[in-house]
């Protein structure tokens, strides 16, 4: 079966500091990955998606980035981070780009 | 683009149902999710339904939509106090991307 992986599950970073966060994915291959971003317990914002190593589309620009070193893993960074960065960031897989499977997610906190 | 529309509450007793209704705008929608998150977790896809169907049952779990309304509504018999938590509603396009409602936070009495 599938599983996908987030570490760290929580992160407290001061502002200016430099972020990654990975997300790997288990029992699959060639999978679609997702990271979203959720504020406040609320809805949730897509920032990057990726259909293949090396194929990063952004949604939204901003102070974040994302790269695909290998087929299933995803990594969002950010050189310098800004309070406005903290939330709750998910990465999710899908096996055929219709549902999505999500992971248990990383708290960030940018103090 | 799409929008993804949801009530923010709803409170019910244990042993009732629960109805949490969701609109979307884009008619060419493919597919329409829930999903659950308890709190501190990853979203769980509860079940989903494809644009050509009407109705789609999963034990506890009953999906209506209604294509012409652009309108999907999630009901959850017998609900217990484990089903607190927040339901997101999503619609996905053809281009496979799923738009996310704000979703509504259900709370179960005993």
């Known amino acids: 079966s599938q599983t996908i992986h987030q570490w760290p599950a929580t992160l407290v970073q001061p502002v200016g500091s430099p972020l990654s966060l990975e997300c790997t994915v288990e029992g699959t291959s060639n999978p679609n990955l997702y990271w979203y971003r959720q504020a406040a317990g609320r809805g949730l914002q897509l920032l990057f998606y990726s259909v293949g190593i090396g194929q990063i589309s952004s949604e939204v620009p901003q102070n974040l980035s994302a790269s695909r070193p290998q087929d299933r893993q995803f990594i969002l960074s950010s050189k310098k981070l800004l309070l406005s960065d903290s939330g709750f960031y998910l990465c999710?897989?899908?096996?055929?780009?219709?549902?999505?499977?999500f992971g248990p997610g990383t708290r960030l906190t940018v103090t | 683009g799409e929008d993804v529309e949801q009530s923010l509450f709803l409170s019910v007793r244990e042993g009732d149902s629960s109805v949490i209704n969701c609109t979307y705008t884009?008619?060419?929608?493919?597919?329409l999710y829930w999903y659950k998150q308890e709190p501190g977790a990853g979203l769980q896809l509860l079940t989903y339904?494809?644009?050509?169907?009407d109705m789609k049952q999963d034990q506890r779990l009953t999906v209506l939509l209604n294509k012409k309304d652009k309108h999907l509504s999630l009901r959850i018999a017998d609900t217990q106090t484990g089903d607190s938590a927040i339901y997101f509603c999503?619609?996905?396009?053809?281009?496979?991307?799923?738009?996310f409602g704000g979703g509504t936070r259900l709370m179960v009495k005993p």
């Open positions: 339904i494809f644009s050509n169907m």
């Open positions: 999710a897989w899908s096996p055929t780009g219709n549902e999505q499977y």
């Open positions: 999503a619609a996905g396009d053809a281009g496979n991307m799923l738009t």
């Open positions: 884009d008619s060419s929608s493919t597919y």
